[in-house]
């Protein structure tokens, strides 16, 4: 079975710039979730997607991040415009039904902001 | 905000040793994850104890649960080198079940 895939591998963009994080979740999956890993430290949970509801954003800046998930399947994560705190690890995950059990993660996309 | 604390923070051992992490959380669960993570790479599950169980093994990993203490370890037996991670707990909680994530143990296991 394919896995979480995730594009691009690495972005470098200048702060002020916007970027967008694509995931395309194991199929089949309801559950979807984008988790902000900064270096040295535990992920955090940005947003969680259950089919195409959101069932928890409380903890994404949505003055400058916002995440969509087309048709129940694939997921966009954007930053517009990036600070350089924004730099981190950004990664996809999914569940095979409802939140808490088992997590895939994707290989993250490493985003740098200068 | 991180849910889980996992202690110690860093933790090198020599291969064939056991290795113990503990996890620390704060509200009350539906259930505990373990998952390991490689420099670089996402991180893969390891465990799911569920919030009514209090020991569970899986192969070489051996993981407790005391939800009166609200806290959790993970046992890791006759280390190898390839063990050598990252590891978090996460705890499943809230209405929607979210997955949160403690603050990870690096483990490094010197041959």
């Known amino acids: 079975e394919a896995g979480v895939a995730q594009s691009p591998r690495y972005k470098i963009i200048e702060k002020r710039q916007s970027v967008a994080f694509w995931c395309n979740p194991i199929s089949g999956h309801a559950t979807l979730y984008w988790y902000q890993q900064i270096l040295g430290q535990g992920p955090k949970l940005l947003i969680q997607?259950?089919?195409?509801?959101?069932?928890?954003d409380s903890q994404l800046p949505k003055d400058r991040f916002s995440a969509e998930r087309l048709k129940g399947v694939d997921s966009t994560l954007k930053i517009q415009p990036a600070k350089l705190e924004d730099s981190a690890v950004y990664l996809c995950?999914?569940?095979?039904?409802?939140?808490?059990?088992?997590?895939?993660f994707g290989q993250g996309t490493r985003l740098t902001v200068v | 905000s991180q849910q889980g604390e996992e202690d110690p923070q860093a933790l090198s051992i020599q291969e064939g040793e056991n290795a113990t992490m503990n996890c620390s959380y704060k509200t009350s669960i539906n259930n505990l994850q373990w998952y390991r993570q490689n420099s670089g790479r996402g991180l893969v599950h390891l465990i799911l104890i569920r919030s009514n169980e209090r020991e569970k093994h899986s192969g070489r990993l051996r993981v407790t649960l005391d939800t009166s203490k609200k806290s959790s370890s993970l046992l890791i037996t006759a280390s190898r080198a390839a063990d050598t991670a990252s590891y978090f707990c996460a705890t499943a909680s809230g209405s929607a079940r979210q997955l949160t994530f403690g603050s990870g143990t690096q483990l490094t296991v010197l041959p």
């Open positions: 997607f259950q089919n195409n509801g959101v069932v928890d």
């Open positions: 995950a999914s569940s095979p039904a409802t939140g808490g059990t088992e997590a895939f």
